[in-house]
C-alpha cells in the first residue's frame, strides 16, 4: 500500500463473491443509456476538473476544499458508471452513494504538496502512461466482453479478469488524478497493483 500513498489515490471495487444477475448483464447496454447520459453531459464539461485548478494553482497556489470535493465526487460517479458497463458489478450507479466502486484521493496541501509550476506540463508528462493505456483500455474491453459471456452462462465474472479491469481502472485513475485533477505532484507507476 505504501505505491498508493505516494500519488495520494486509491480505489478499489468489491468482488461480487454471489451470482450475478444475468438479465441485467444481458441488457447491461440498453439499461445503462440513462446513465450513460449524464456522465457524457458531465464528460462535456470535463475542463471544469482541469482549468480552474490549473489557474488557482498556478496564480494563487491554492486548491480550495469544495473544488476538489467538487471534482472527486465527479470522478467517483463516473467510476460508478464505468463499472457498471464493465460488469464489476449489479447496482445501478448511483449518482452519491459510493456503493461498491470505492475512491479515495487525499486533498491536496497546494501551497506545500504541489508545484505551483508543474500542471502546465504534467498533461505532456503522461504521454508514456497515455500510450501503454490505449492498449491496456482495448484489453480490458475484450475481457470484459469474455466476461459478459462468463457471467451468463455461470452467472460469475472470472476473480483474475476482474482484478485485471479494476486494475486498468486504477492505473487511468492515477493518471487522471496526477494530470487532469492535479491532486498529486508524484508521477504515478505504471502498474495494475493497489
Known amino acids: 500500500m505504501a505505491q498508493a500513498d505516494a500519488y ?5 471495487v468489491d468482488y461480487p463473491d454471489r451470482e450475478l444477475n444475468r438479465l441485467t448483464t444481458a441488457f447491461r447496454i440498453v439499461l445503462a443509456v440513462p446513465v450513460l447520459l449524464l456522465a457524457a453531459l458531465i464528460s462535456n464539461s470535463i475542463g471544469i476538473l482541469f482549468l480552474p485548478p490549473l489557474v488557482l494553482i498556478l496564480f494563487r497556489q491554492k486548491y480550495p476544499r469544495w473544488w476538489f470535493d467538487w471534482n472527486l465526487m465527479i470522478l467517483r460517479f463516473l ?14 450507479p448511483s449518482s ?25 506540463v504534467k498533461w505532456f508528462l503522461v504521454i508514456p502512461h497515455l500510450v ?26 472470472p476473480r483474475g479478469m476482474f482484478d485485471f479491469v479494476v486494475g486498468v481502472f486504477r492505473w487511468s485513475l492515477r493518471v487522471v488524478a496526477y494530470a487532469f485533477a492535479l491532486t498529486t505532484d508524484p508521477y504515478p507507476p505504471f502498474s495494475l497493483r493497489p
Do not use: C, M
Open 8 to 12: 495520494r489515490l486509491s480505489f478499489d
Open 79 to 92: 467510476s460508478r458508471v464505468e463499472a457498471y458497463l464493465l460488469l464489476l458489478g449489479d447496482e445501478y
Open 96 to 120: 452519491d452513494e459510493e456503493q461498491a466502486v470505492h475512491l479515495e484521493i487525499d486533498y491536496p496541501d497546494a501551497k506545500a504538496g504541489l508545484n505551483r509550476w508543474l500542471p502546465l
Open 132 to 157: 501503454v493505456l490505449v492498449f491496456l483500455h482495448l484489453a480490458a474491453t475484450i475481457v470484459a466482453v469474455i466476461a459478459w459471456f462468463a457471467i451468463l452462462f455461470t452467472g460469475r465474472y
